[in-house]
């Protein structure tokens, strides 16, 4: 079959541009979008020697892609050690999530431009038996020359987006050339498998990387320090926050405590914003609101403050142990597609999130025919959950039940991919 048109414009129009990806990756660096010291990987230039033997290389192009990807970088540890493994991503958030969380031995790297040469270099030096890609990662140059060497490659939790299926539609014998030369395809969930037959793809199955993972990981002596620090206390979190959510959910929680009674319990909003160099600005609005706050990075005292802002990375796990209720980001205005709940779910904290959520739109919907999660659609309803919490409304906590039991049931069904997975290794 001849190579479609498009994709050979793409790599002649890629191969023209490539040679001012040094400058372009300079100027994202002085904005703070790009890992300066280590700017030679996105160019494809190893910043560490390649193990020896097979090599599967799993690529996630940011947090929640990445984070998708621990339980199959763990199991393919635990079952196959002989076998090196390269986990790539696009952000430094990601990295640096990664570079905690990865199992001993794994290696991480940013992900190459897809540009032939840096396509190029970082295959000359990689040389992966099997590669994983998540959701819709399907860039061009990286995908074809991978193939052309005899790599296997495999899409997991494979979805389109509307916007994707739209931008697609207008390249229909490039979209078809590049999803359907998978080894394997797993889309995730039936309606993402409808997109891509559409195209005329066929999935090999489903599965949802999504799940499967284990619980957010917490330093123990800490979570007994700050339980005992916060005893009888409500703690509130809004987790994974964006500019914009912070106004109505401070806005809400100094509107709870204009009532006596609830103001005499000394609640505790923690807002963990998804971008943690934000925490300055955030304490700069809850100071506004007459409220008292104090940031993580400075070593907080809990004591009498209203507001802490957890401005750190990887705390999530012990801020959703002690939380008698979590506001979900990403969730609260539009454009931002959601983020997890199943990191709150498998820790039993009941959660609450807005009604943008198209990142997660098969999850949440599954959750609520489960009743096991509340959409809140304005402020005045995250106030009257936050009220409801710090009450302890029992609905909240048959709510939170209801959540573990479905998590459980689809963490083990995702359980099931990394065999999938090791049945394609030599």
């Known amino acids: ?10 790599r002649l129009a890629t191969a023209i541009a490539e040679p ?4 372009i990756l300079a100027g994202r660096a002085r904005r703070g979008k790009e890992d300066r010291a280590r700017l030679g990987e996105r160019l494809g230039r190893a910043g560490v020697h390649r193990p020896p033997g097979p090599l599967v290389w799993l690529h996630g192009v940011s947090v929640g892609e990445s984070l998708s990807l621990l339980p199959l970088a763990q199991a393919l540890r635990g079952e196959r050690p002989d076998i090196g493994l390269l986990v790539t991503s696009g952000t430094q958030t990601s ?11 794994a290696i991480h790297q940013y992900a190459p431009i897809d540009g032939p040469r840096a396509v190029a270099r970082f295959l000359d030096h990689w040389r992966p038996t099997l590669a994983v890609f998540v959701e819709s990662e399907l860039w061009p140059n990286l995908l074809t020359e991978a193939r052309r060497r005899g790599v296997k490659t495999t899409l997991l939790s494979a979805k389109l987006s509307d916007s994707s299926a739209r931008t697609w539609s207008f390249a229909p014998a490039m979209a078809r050339e590049l999803m359907g030369g998978f080894d394997m395809l797993l889309a995730q969930d039936e309606r993402a498998a409808e997109r891509f037959l559409t195209f005329g793809v066929c999935a090999d199955g489903m599965a ?5 993972a284990d619980l957010l990981p917490v330093d123990g002596p800490r979570l007994d320090h700050t339980r005992a620090d916060l005893v009888d206390r409500p703690v509130l979190l809004a987790a994974s926050t964006h500019p914009g959510e912070d106004e109505i959910v401070l806005s809400r929680f100094a509107a709870v405590l204009k009532t006596p009674e609830i103001a005499a319990r000394e609640p505790l909003l923690v807002i963990a914003p998804r971008h943690p160099n934000r925490g300055a600005a955030i304490a700069e609005l809850a100071r506004g609101l007459g409220l008292s706050v104090a940031l993580q990075t400075e070593g907080a005292d809990l004591e009498h403050v209203q507001i802490l802002i957890a401005d ?23 454009g931002l597609a959601g983020h997890n709940p199943l990191e709150p779910a498998r820790l039993h904290c009941p959660f609450v999130s807005g009604p943008h959520v198209s990142n997660w739109t098969t999850a949440y919907g599954e959750l609520q025919l489960a009743d096991a999660v509340r959409i809140v659609k304005d402020g005045p309803a995250i106030e ?14 048959a709510m939170a039940a209801r959540a573990l039991a479905y998590v459980e049931q689809k963490d083990a069904e995702a ?3 990394p065999a999938l997975i090791l049945d394609l290794l030599p």
Not at 1 to 10: E, F, N, V, W
Not at 384 to 397: K, V
């Open 384 to 397: 009257d959950c936050f009220r409801a919490a710090i009450e302890i409304d029992g609905r909240l906590t």
């Open 208 to 212: 949802d990387l999504k799940f499967g």
């Open 1 to 10: 079959m001849s190579t479609p048109l498009l994709l050979l414009a793409y």
């Open 20 to 23: 001012f990806a040094p400058l």
């Open 95 to 105: 990295a640096t999530l990664l570079a905690q969380r990865l199992p001993k031995g």
């Open 415 to 417: 359980r099931a991919v």
């Open 312 to 334: 750190v990375l990887g705390d999530l796990g012990l801020w959703y142990r002690l939380a008698w209720l979590a506001v979900i980001g990403g969730s609260l205005i539009d």
